[in-house]
């Protein structure tokens, strides 16, 4: 296995964990918060697909979000160039109940191009600087920035489900070690 395999499979099973975690969650699930500073599933959920459309298209690609160029932003009601980074708590608080299945597809289409980016590197496009300005990035950083930041909120968004509808509702894949 090389490194994009390797990188491809991480991303794989992240994506599988995701699906599991959010695929049954009723749309009051998708907006409920915890605490009135906490994050809820739906935008979390939506934050981690923009993230992954803006770091491989935008950072490394230096193309146009697929957000905004397949209109994405507006099938959702959303702003073009918002990822989430900032958010306050007022605004998280305020973010609308979408549509899972389309949300979903967002999802779909934005691995789809990362997966095409993926494959087409070279074991020393990893060492690219893809941005001048932020010369501490490589493309290989990035990748492991997405897997960390997927998996820290794929395991955020099984436990805040978790909390919602007790310890029986994390998927067999959470629920005993293997």
Do not use: C
């Not at 979000?65 to 994405?72: A, K, L, Q, T, V």
């Not at 918002?82 to 609308?96: C, I, K, L, R, W």
């Not at 490589?138 to 909390?163: D, N």
Request: glycine share 8%; no cysteine.
């Amino acid at each position: 296995m090389n490194l994009n395999e390797f990188i491809e499979s991480a991303l794989n099973m992240e994506q599988q964990l995701l699906v599991e975690a959010v695929e049954d969650l009723t749309p009051e699930e998708l907006t409920w918060q915890p605490g009135t500073d906490a994050n809820s599933i739906g935008w979390m959920l939506w934050h981690t697909l923009r993230v992954e459309d803006m770091w491989i298209q935008f950072f490394i690609q230096r193309q146009v979000e697929m957000w905004e160029r397949d209109g994405w932003h507006e099938k959702f009601g959303l702003p073009n160039r918002d990822n989430g980074f900032g958010h306050t708590p007022e605004q998280v608080a305020s973010f609308p109940a979408l549509d899972l299945q389309e949300l979903l597809r967002y999802g779909d289409a934005v691995r789809a191009g990362t997966l095409e980016h993926l494959r087409g590197l070279s074991p020393e496009d990893f060492d690219q600087v893809p941005r001048e300005q932020r010369p501490n990035l490589t493309v290989g950083s990035v990748y492991r920035q997405l897997l960390g930041e997927f998996l820290q909120h794929q395991g955020q968004i099984a436990y805040l489900k978790g909390l919602k509808r007790g310890s029986g509702a994390l998927p067999p894949t959470y629920a005993t070690p293997g």
